[in-house]
């Protein structure tokens, strides 16, 4: 009976990351933590665990329902893997990136400073 499997290689087979190199990466880098403790790819998963993976804008919190070594469709992930993140991440990705840019008629020019101010007032309260 397998023990664990690396958790670099459960991310890339429940479909996570698109390749393993980026689940390692990802890893190396401190995105992925369990109960707030930046993990090595190396680390051995096991059913029950909980982590949470940064991927930007969201933090994704998963559970290990059960363990796998091949890549699986799409279909099939539910039963390798429980998500446990909040509604409210995946609100950040369903809101608009507007506060990067702002449209400007052409041929109006630069904003004035006061413009400028309200553009910025404006970006402040989108941010909240």
């Known amino acids: 009976m397998e023990r664990g ?18 689940a390692s990466e990802a890893c ?18 096991k059913p029950g665990e909980v982590f949470s993976v940064s991927q930007s804008p969201i933090t994704r919190t998963i559970k290990v ?7 699986v469709s ?10 446990l993140t909040p ?3 995946y609100q950040k990705l369903k809101r608009p990136n507007g506060a990067a840019f702002e ?11 006061r413009e400028r101010r309200e553009i910025e007032f404006l970006k402040l309260y989108l941010d909240e």
């Open 5 to 22: 499997i690396r958790i670099d290689k459960w991310l890339w087979s429940v479909r996570v990351f698109k390749t393993r190199s980026l």
């Open 28 to 45: 190396r880098s401190g995105k992925v933590k369990i109960s707030d403790q930046p993990v090595k790819s190396s680390h051995l998963v």
């Open 65 to 71: 329902v059960a363990l796998l070594g091949n890549r």
């Open 74 to 83: 799409a279909k099939l992930i539910t039963g390798f893997m429980e998500d």
């Open 87 to 89: 509604e409210a991440e």
């Open 103 to 113: 449209f400007r008629e052409r041929g109006s020019g630069r904003p004035t400073k």
